[in-house]
């Protein structure tokens, strides 16, 4: 029903930025959120940033004054700017579209690598 294609992830060492993009087709609702989440080797998958359509952003503490999420709800794509990144940081990006008010619609993408080092 939905499909999300990441791309932008990679190597980067510490202090640089990365770009990550994903691009939603299929059953978009008017009202569905978008976001990034991120799991490390041996470690929960965790939020990183929500967006909502309207543009309501939620962001981990963790990422916060670093990274900056957006959505151009023309091309259904969220984007995740990532900033002064730290080898902690390195995790697989995943990006979600989910509806709040239905549990039921909830997809996610493949996921991309991205590795910082030091």
């Known amino acids: 029903q939905v499909q999300l294609v990441e791309s932008g992830g990679g190597l980067v060492q510490a202090g640089g930025s990365l770009r990550l993009s994903c691009a939603a087709s299929?059953?978009?609702?008017?009202?569905?959120?978008m976001g990034w989440y991120r799991q490390a080797p041996g470690k929960q998958r965790e939020l990183v940033a929500t967006?909502?359509?309207?543009?309501?952003?939620n962001y981990a503490d963790s990422v916060k004054g670093r990274f900056t999420i957006s959505r151009d709800n023309a091309q259904n794509t969220v984007y995740l700017q990532m900033n002064s990144l730290k080898p902690e940081d390195t995790a697989v990006y995943y990006c979600?579209?989910?509806?709040?008010?239905?549990?039921?619609?909830?997809?996610w993408g493949q996921g991309t690598q991205v590795t910082v080092s030091s």
């Open positions: 967006i909502t359509r309207a543009g309501s952003i």
């Open positions: 299929g059953t978009i609702f008017s009202n569905s959120a």
């Open positions: 979600n579209v989910y509806r709040r008010d239905y549990i039921e619609y909830n997809y």
